[in-house]
């Protein structure tokens, strides 16, 4: 298996830009979690889904984040209009969510806004 | 809010050092603890999930145990390599709605000298 995808692995872009960041989880695994890496607040949890439908959210820092997960192989975390705060290591995990399981979590994207 | 606690933050050791650190968490609504190996430039790894008090894993030079109890694990490395030198994760997980969620601390991150 390829593992949890994530792309693009870096991203630079200008304040005010979208930015949209994708990941492909381990097939047959039914959780995935978008997370946030920052040497302020460590790793926090964005939000995740199970069976395609999003959990819990509450982890979102603003409206201009949002994520989709229109089917089981695919996942899409938004940033609009983007922000140089946002500058951070976006990851991607995701779960077979047979109890008690781990997360098996992509390369990351970094993301820089200047 | 749940609150995952690890100790100390960093750590420097001269290779051959034993050493260890640890995890604090909720007692209450316990389902399993987590630990993850994260090098630098790379995306964590899961080294062991533990789920009964008194739990004790082995993996190499690495053990970690678990007092559900009085929540607390420890993690231990044996005579360390230049190699261990990484950040190493706990995280909780109540086992909410069984989706796989999991709370994480903000790391200990280790420094082995040769």
């Not at chain 1, 964005?46 to 395609?52: H, R, T």
């Not at chain 1, 705060?85 to 990351?108: I, K, L, N």
Request: net charge negative.
């Amino acid at each position: 298996d390829a593992g949890v995808i994530q792309s693009p692995r870096h991203e630079v872009t200008e304040m005010g830009q979208e930015v949209t960041l994708r990941c492909k989880p381990i097939s047959g695994h039914n959780s995935l979690f978008w997370y946030r890496q920052t040497m302020m607040r460590g790793l926090e949890l964005l939000i995740y889904f199970n069976n395609n439908v999003p959990i819990d959210d509450s982890g979102m820092p603003e409206d201009r984040f949002s994520a989709k997960m229109p089917n089981a192989s695919f996942s899409t975390l938004k940033i609009q209009p983007s922000e140089p705060r946002d500058s951070a290591v976006y990851f991607c995990a995701s779960s077979p969510r047979t109890s008690p399981d781990e997360q098996y979590f992509g390369p990351g994207t970094r993301l820089t806004v200047t | 809010i749940l609150n995952v606690e690890q100790s100390p933050q960093s750590l420097h050791v001269q290779e051959g050092d034993s050493t260890n650190f640890t995890c604090s968490f909720p007692s209450s609504n316990f389902y399993a603890l987590h630990w993850y190996r994260w090098e630098t430039a790379k995306s964590p790894e899961a080294l062991f999930v533990m789920t009964l008090n008194g739990d004790e894993k082995k993996k190499g030079r690495i053990s970690a145990t678990l007092n559900t109890k009085e929540g607390y694990s420890y993690l231990y490395i044996k005579g360390s390599q230049p190699e261990d030198s990484a950040t190493y994760l706990c995280a909780f997980d109540e086992g909410s709605g069984n989706t796989g969620k999991l709370i994480f601390g903000q790391g200990t991150t280790l420094q082995v000298k040769p």
